[in-house]
């Protein structure tokens, strides 16, 4: 069975702060994809990054980054330089390559930033 | 522009009543989703399509069903609705056949259940 598993409920940092997300996922297949989507105050989902299980490389795009490793089975996603409209709900989610397109996904963490 | 509305935003009703939440999509996707959001819960499956007349169940189906008469539509049904289902409802698509595809997301659905 596939699970994921986002721990922090709810972080709380200052404007300027690094702050990382943790994301621990669990598939016996040996290929999947995971996802990161960002849930603003306004409700919509908005897709942020999918990585595959063939790529362990970490991805850089501004401010965001984010850390794939299969040894632990995690992809922690990391803010640098957090700011206030960075506050959201940010989900985990993976999908396996026969699954087509169904997404499993973790519980969320809320991201508050205070200025 | 190609998007994905769902209809109604918001709505209340009566434990018992028949729900009816309408998804439809102008990408030409095949794949189809709905999915409940709930606290604590993130986002759970209810069910999906992979193309007209395919329906299957997902984690969370019991109380609600789908149709999929063309490729453009997949209204949701709650047959008889409890304040259980209250929740926010997305409606999701994607091209198809591969694991890798982006799904994409409608703005929500706001059923409140009295």
Known sequence: ?115 | DAEITQSPRHKITETGRQVTLACHQTWNHNNMFWYRQDLGHGLRLIHYSYGVQDTNKGEVSDGYSVSRSNTEDLPLTLESAASSQTSVYFCASSPGSSGANVLTFGAGSRLTVL
């Not at chain 1, 986002?6 to 290929?31: F, G, M, P």
């Not at chain 1, 306004?42 to 401010?63: A, C, M, T």
């Not at chain 1, 794939?68 to 206030?84: D, E, G, L, P, Y």
């Open chain 1, 1 to 115: 069975a596939q699970k994921v598993t986002q721990a922090q409920t709810e972080i709380s940092v200052v404007e300027k702060e690094d702050v990382t997300l943790d994301c621990v996922y669990e598939t016996r297949d040996t290929t999947y994809y995971l996802f990161w989507y960002k849930q603003p105050p306004s409700g919509e989902l908005v897709f942020l990054i999918r990585r595959n299980s063939f790529d362990e490389q970490n991805e850089i795009s501004g401010r965001y980054s984010w850390n794939f490793q299969k040894s632990t089975s995690s992809f922690n996603f990391t803010i640098t330089a957090s700011q206030v409209v960075d506050s959201a709900v940010y989900f985990c989610a993976l999908s396996v390559s026969y699954n087509t397109d169904k997404l499993i996904f973790g519980t969320g963490t809320r991201l508050q930033v205070f200025p």
